[in-house]
């Protein structure tokens, strides 16, 4: 047997332990007693070597053009909140202009309420392995393009992001990871390694709560 | 029943409500068509204090190493304190990654802070970020000389093995500085395959 096939059902009124259940959104496990836990069940994406964007002040994929051409895209659900998780680091050699570097979420699915954040950091270099003093936080709670860091006017400038947060779908549909400069620089490429997770948390309109929280 | 011991197959169209296994990687899909990947950690926690030594030398971080496989990429974090509160010596703090895997690619980072004090639990100001594209040392620290000093690491990537073998999280010292450093009881580490090492990770609908 190389699967096996849950059909999607309620799940027990009380956690069993050594149990794995399926509601329909979510895989769940309960190891201890009354402490289910949710299963992660990661869309994962991770780049294998470098991709180069486009020197342009619109907004493009993080991982490549995408079927539809504004960037790659997962199909998310309707009524589903996710926890995503992404990597990311930029790089580019040319144009000395300063310029904004934002982040934003592109797609097709219609998004009830998202919250991300983490550290982000810059220098005027291309990438090279080792620390960076002086990260800065970034929080956003809109899909819409926002700066993570103001790049100075120097040709050679690596971007560096490390950003979690969460999405609650209102109508699924494409999810999809973009940048924008303010200006038409570089281009920046997206680093090999790079990758970005996401997987459903449950069914949105209320808290998610899974386990014994109370 | 205590276990369920899958067969690898080829995986084919994802079904809700499916547990698969392709000899790689473990899979559920929740979500028609969502297939997503389970990590199913090789996880390492300390639970007590692993004094390293006084000395100009790698070290390893968490006293392990890890086997991982050929042809299989990998997600790896760790959080891990290391602390000292004696020697005024001037160094240079750095972490890699030594053993016998041989790695087609790797990009790990995440942010980190230090202070020169010994281990105290709270806020820390100055937080800086790290990256690294290589497994040998990157220097986070330079010309430390206070006798404290305590270095809090958190960090998140992935890794591409091409020769399976053993991968070690290591931090090493540029002189000796007069007193060992310790990799704090609760620092952990974890790594988990993502699936094979021959191209970008897709699993899911991206597209």
Do not use: C
């Not at chain 1, 007693?33 to 619109?58: F, I, K, M």
């Not at chain 1, 309420?113 to 809109?142: E, K």
């Not at chain 2, 290391?82 to 030594?98: D, L, M, Q, R």
Request: charged letters at 5%; hydrophobic letters at 40%; proline letters at 3%.
């Amino acid at each position: 047997m190389s699967s096996l096939v849950l059909a999607a059902d309620t799940l027990l009124s009380t956690p069993t332990v050594g149990s794995l259940e399926f509601d329909g959104k979510s895989f769940y496990s309960t190891p201890l007693t009354s402490q289910r836990g949710l299963v992660p069940g990661a869309q994962y994406y991770r780049l294998n070597a470098d991709y180069a964007g486009a020197s342009s002040t619109s907004a493009q994929g993080i991982f490549s053009v995408g079927t539809g051409g504004t960037g790659l895209a997962v199909t998310l659900s309707g009524s589903t909140i996710y926890e995503f998780d992404m990597y990311l680091i930029f790089s580019k050699s040319a144009t000395a202009t300063a310029h904004n570097f934002q982040i934003g979420f592109g797609g097709t699915a219609t998004i009830n309420n998202i919250l991300y954040g983490g550290a982000v950091n810059g220098t005027a270099a291309s990438f090279a392995a080792g620390a960076v003093a002086a990260a800065q936080s970034f929080d956003s709670n809109t899909a819409t393009a926002t700066t993570v860091y103001a790049a100075a006017a120097t040709a050679t400038m690596s971007v560096r992001t490390y950003l979690r947060g969460s999405v609650s779908i209102g109508t699924g549909g494409t999810f999809i990871p973009q940048y924008t400069t303010s200006a038409a620089v570089g281009p920046y490429s997206t680093l090999a390694g790079s990758f970005m997770y996401i997987y459903p948390l449950g069914t949105s309109g209320g808290a998610i709560s899974v386990g014994s929280w109370s | 029943m205590s276990q369920l011991i899958f067969t690898a197959d080829p995986l084919t169209t994802a079904t809700a409500g499916a547990y698969e296994y392709d000899g790689k990687v473990p899979y559920m899909t929740a979500q028609a068509s969502q297939r997503g990947l389970l990590p199913s950690a090789q996880y390492f926690r300390l639970n007590t204090d692993l004094a390293g030594t006084n000395t100009a030398t790698t070290q390893n971080a968490f006293g392990v190493g890890v086997t991982l496989s050929t042809s299989t990429t990998y997600a790896i974090e760790y959080t891990a304190v290391f602390t000292k509160s004696a020697g005024t010596t001037s160094h240079n703090f750095g972490i890699s990654f030594g053993g016998t895997a041989t790695l087609n690619n790797i990009y790990y980072g995440g942010s980190w802070n230090n202070t020169n004090t010994a281990f105290t639990s709270g806020v820390n100001t100055g937080a800086n970020t790290f990256a690294s594209n290589v497994t040998t040392n990157i220097n986070l620290i330079t010309g430390s000389t206070a006798a404290g000093r305590f270095i809090e690491i958190y960090l998140k990537g992935t890794l591409a093995v091409n020769l399976g073998g053993t991968l070690i999280p290591q931090y090493t010292l540029s002189a000796a500085p007069g007193g060992a450093y310790s990799t704090l009881t609760g620092s952990y580490f974890l790594i988990y395959p993502i699936g094979s090492s021959s191209g970008n990770i897709n699993v899911g609908t991206w597209a």
